[in-house]
């Protein structure tokens, strides 16, 4: 009985398509809902990603080995680092 209810309410809100437009309606809410789903999804690995990242530089810093990596510091003939001026 309450289904028949419900068809009657559905063709008098919408005489052509009853509940069949409300289905319609429904699967294409389903379906803009399960994209913005995916959006966030992928907008949250960026995130962490991002996170990873930031934490790998923080507590692994880049390894400093050639003399590029210096460059207020010159080597002399004994191999020692001094300080240039700036």
């Known amino acids: 009985m309450t289904s ?20 319609c309606q429904l699967l294409n809410q389903v379906n803009e809902l399960q994209a913005e789903l995916a959006r966030t999804k992928a907008e949250l690995i960026n995130i962490q990603t991002q996170e990873a990242n930031l934490i790998a530089s923080i507590f692994n810093p880049p390894i400093i080995e050639t003399e ?6 010159t080597e002399d003939n004994n191999h020692n680092f001094m300080l240039d001026s700036l």
Do not use: K, L
């Open 68 to 73: 590029d990596d210096f460059p207020f510091f």
């Open 4 to 23: 028949m209810v419900y068809e009657a309410d559905a063709r008098i809100r919408n005489p052509i398509y009853a509940c069949t437009g409300s289905i």
